[in-house]
């Protein structure tokens, strides 16, 4: 056998459960090898761990005693006297402990904390755990209960064999009486059978004789029936020993499921209490983002307001463009018109007239430029009155005696006018000017006072 | 992490080593403080009350008689005295040719579950629920080989005959079960 079988037997060693062969194998081995001496030692010492699965049993006042006068009296060696302990009757009665430990089951705790469904199977995982516990505590109070039934059963079996043993003793005590007048009998006739005397003694010793006989028979029927009645018992007591065994047997397996079922009890208290635990854990987690949502919440809150502000200052921006978009685009009409007029001014042909107010508007003047090349005509007129209601001033220019219209005009409220106009082709050939009053709108020909004149030439 | 006075192992080992010297009054301490313990283990074995207690008067004797053969060193003192309550148990049983039928009306009593004494040892139940902990936490094979084997006092061979298995399959379960224990177990059992 090498080094490492040997190693393998040391655990069955530990545990008392070496065959004996391969015990004397082993220990030749020890006695050399200190490193699996160690090794036993420490599997020793585990193995005797596993006392601590029975629960300690507090021995009768009486015991302790009689250890301590034991040893008083030790002699050379071992202990000699029998030391049986009478037991008395009423222990049957008293409780005492079994082979196995009922473990205090952890109080089951509620699976609802006020979480949210997304962490329902943790909770439902611990339920699940709370129901097996509670299922595995119902199955061993059913086997309590049987064990208790088995144990009544053991009871009235016991009482029933001790009622028996006590009629055997009985019968045993009558057959020996029986017996014993059987042999004072025998010896009566014995003694009576001896030949003496004359015939009046025979007479009494055959009357004697035939009722002894008579007897004799009675006793051995007697006797027959007993030793049935004997058989009989015994064989009801055999019957009952065995029935005890297999109930002490039943006990034995009862005791070794009592331990699995604890041990599975052990397995899902634990499993129950890391279940709460994470229960526990995702509740904080819980707790920490709901905190986090509040303060997400209020946040958006205040983003909210400043858009809303800012959506106010976007607006009145939005006018602000409006109103300076308006304003560039009078400002470019006027450019253009002064630009127009800038060109008339430095057009080469072109020429300033001064028109004069007439009776109807004595204080009226006017600057009239003209550019017989283009048509283009720019009329500047001051202190005009204002024109009538329905009314308008309109410009002519008077070419070959023909008047023709070159646009209507209003006055401003201190009596300025500006007219910009092109006449067409056949017009261009002006040699005077006039602004007359005539109907909103303008005339094709002058019907109206005259207002302003160019002099004539 | 206990509030009952710690008995600690080294004191088991001094009450041991006062024993081999003679001193009665530890010899009593160590009954006082073991017995329980003790008497359990030999009705769980025995199955028999009455067998239990003379059982116990003989490991206490054993106790008396071999305190100087106990060293410090290889092992410790509860391995000790629990093995000579084991070994007395076990020779019993085996030494036994038929059932005492007076004793049926005294094994009844093993049915019941224990009485919880009033003072219990907070160690008691400590190493108790630590061993349930860690039976639970082997495989069913393993740890019905170990039980088998140290409270019915079979041998691999009778443990092998009765769950049908063969000799080599109940070797390496109770070599990994042990093994495996004594891993669970090492914080208890590193106090020395």
């Not at chain 1, 007239?353 to 009239?368: E, H, I, Q, S």
């Not at chain 1, 910009?420 to 002006?430: E, H, L």
Request: proline letters at 4%; glycine letters at 6%; aromatic letters at 4%.
């Amino acid at each position: 056998m090498n080094h490492e079988e040997y190693k393998e037997l040391l655990a069955l060693e530990a545990l008392g459960a070496l065959d004996v062969g391969a015990q004397e194998t082993l220990l030749a081995h020890l006695a050399t090898c200190a490193g699996c001496q160690a090794e036993l030692s420490e599997l020793r010492d585990t193995a005797a761990m596993l006392v601590y699965t029975v629960a300690p049993v507090a021995p009768p006042a009486g015991l302790r005693a009689r250890v301590l006068e034991g040893i008083r009296n030790q002699g050379n060696g071992l202990a000699s006297e029998p030391l049986r302990a009478t037991v008395p009757r009423t222990d049957f009665n008293e409780p005492v402990e079994a082979p196995s430990n009922v473990v205090t089951l952890a109080a089951k705790k509620s699976a609802h904390e006020g979480l949210t469904t997304r962490r329902s199977t943790f909770v439902f995982g611990a339920i699940a755990a709370g129901l097996v516990i509670a299922t595995l505590v119902a199955a061993l109070a059913l086997l309590w209960k049987r064990d208790s039934e088995t144990r009544t059963q053991l009871a009235r079996a016991s009482d029933s064999l001790q009622a028996s043993q006590a009629t055997e003793a009985r019968l045993a005590e009558s057959l020996k009486q029986t017996q014993a007048e059987l042999s004072r009998e025998r010896d009566a006739t014995a003694a009576d059978a001896t030949p003496t005397s004359g015939a009046t003694p025979q007479t009494d010793a055959g009357a004697d004789t035939a009722r002894v006989a008579s007897r004799n028979n009675e006793l051995r029927t007697e006797l027959a029936r007993i030793a049935g009645r004997n058989e009989t018992l015994q064989a009801n007591i055999n019957r009952l020993s065995n029935r005890t065994d297999e109930l002490q047997a039943e006990l034995a397996r009862s005791s070794t499921l009592d331990h699995e079922r604890q041990a599975e009890i052990a397995r899902l208290t634990n499993l129950n209490r890391e279940t709460q635990a994470q229960l526990a854990a995702l509740a904080n987690r819980n707790r920490e983002l709901q905190i986090e949502i509040t303060r997400l919440a209020s946040r958006d809150t205040e983003l909210q307001t400043q858009v809303a502000r800012f959506t106010n200052q976007t607006n009145e921006l939005q006018s602000e463009v409006a109103r300076l978009t308006r304003r560039s685009g009078d400002l470019q009409n006027e450019l253009a018109r002064r630009r127009e007029a800038d060109s008339l001014i430095t057009a080469p042909g072109s020429r300033a007239v001064a028109l004069a107010g007439t009776k109807a508007a004595p204080g009226a003047t006017a600057k009239l430029i003209y550019d017989r090349q283009s048509g283009n005509v720019a009329l500047f007129a001051y202190d005009l009155p204002p024109a009538p209601p329905g009314k308008t001033y309109q410009l002519w220019l008077i070419a070959g005696g023909k008047p023709q219209s070159a646009g209507v005009f209003t006055t401003d409220q201190e009596g300025r006018a500006v007219l910009r106009s092109q006449v067409p082709r056949g017009g261009r050939n002006a040699s005077a000017f006039a602004v007359t009053l005539e109907p909103a709108g303008g005339v094709s020909a002058p019907t109206g006072d005259k207002y302003l004149l160019s002099p004539a030439s | 992490m206990t509030t009952a006075p710690e008995h600690t192992q080294h004191s088991d080992a001094e009450l041991i080593r006062a024993i081999a010297r003679g001193d009665e009054r530890a010899f009593a301490r160590l009954y006082d403080l073991h017995s329980p313990i003790l008497l359990g283990l030999l009705i769980r074995i025995l199955r028999d009350r009455a067998e239990a207690e003379d059982a116990l008067q003989e490991v206490f004797l054993q106790i008396w008689q071999r305190a100087s053969d106990f060293d410090e060193a290889r092992g410790r003192p509860f391995t000790w005295f629990v093995t000579i309550a084991r070994s007395r148990a076990i020779d019993r049983l085996r030494s036994q040719k038929s059932r005492d039928r007076v004793a049926l009306e005294t094994a009844l009593s093993d049915v019941v579950p224990p009485r919880r004494d009033a003072s219990d040892d907070a160690i008691q139940s400590e190493h108790n629920e630590a061993i349930h902990r860690a039976l639970a936490e082997l495989p069913e094979e393993q740890r019905r080989a170990l039980l088998l084997a140290y409270f019915e006092g079979l041998s691999q061979s009778e443990i092998a005959a009765r769950l049908n298995e063969p000799l080599g399959t109940i070797k390496t379960r109770a070599r990994s079960g042990l093994s495996k224990l004594r891993q669970l177990l090492q914080h208890l059992l590193d106090v020395r």
